[in-house]
């Protein structure tokens, strides 16, 4: 019922806003993504944040499939595609709703809201999520020579062997992707511990 309610509150905020804007003549939608769970059943976006090379994080609950509603935080490009979507159940399979979301310069994102614990009522959870750095083609934090020996067992692959690896983004994994990787060496000499 709360949820409702406050569905029907922001709506009517939404509709003051256009109804009495001067400028609302002039508003053209560049794009629209929907978000539907794995229930296909109820999902509600709470709070959003924009980063700093224009992406925006979407941030809610939404029905899981035999988890009861969830944390549910979706990425969007600048153009509105999805890039990713995560989810966060609590220790009691029922409800979860994240209120709010913030992204820091470095990229981490952090979640928080409530969620109900196990005997302990509502609690609040707040969650820091970090992003894969880019060129960190083996996932251990840095970039460095383990990545670039990984980049050049694809060299002139097709990108769709190695995506990650397509760092100029021309679809071919080449030399132009090992000096880029180079560029993001998080270790002196991309070296390796």
Not at 49 to 70: C, E, F, H, I, P
Not at 95 to 116: C, H, P, R
Not at 153 to 161: E, F, L, M, P
């Amino acid at each position: 019922m709360l949820m409702k309610s406050l569905r029907w509150v922001c709506i009517g905020m939404v509709l003051v806003v256009f109804l009495i804007s001067p400028t609302s003549a002039q508003v053209n939608e560049q794009w629209v993504a929907r978000y539907d769970g794995p229930a296909n059943d109820s999902d509600s976006a709470l709070a959003l944040a924009v980063d700093s090379a224009g992406n925006v994080y979407v941030t809610g609950g939404s029905d899981g499939d035999g988890t009861g509603s969830d944390y549910t935080t979706v990425k969007y490009d600048t153009d509105g595609n999805e890039l990713w979507v995560t989810r966060y159940n609590g220790p009691v399979n029922h409800i979860d709703w994240a209120w709010a979301l913030a992204v820091d310069s470095a990229g981490n994102f952090y979640v928080t809201g409530e969620s109900q614990g196990d005997g302990t009522g509502y609690d609040y959870a707040t969650i820091k999520y970090t992003q894969p750095q880019k060129g960190d083609l083996d996932g251990d934090g840095d970039v460095d020579r383990g990545d670039l020996n990984i980049l050049l067992g694809h060299r002139n692959d097709d990108a769709s062997h190695c995506p990650e690896c397509d760092l100029d983004g021309d679809g071919t994994i080449t030399a132009l992707d090992a000096r880029k990787l180079v560029l993001l060496c998080t270790r002196p000499g991309c070296v390796v511990d």
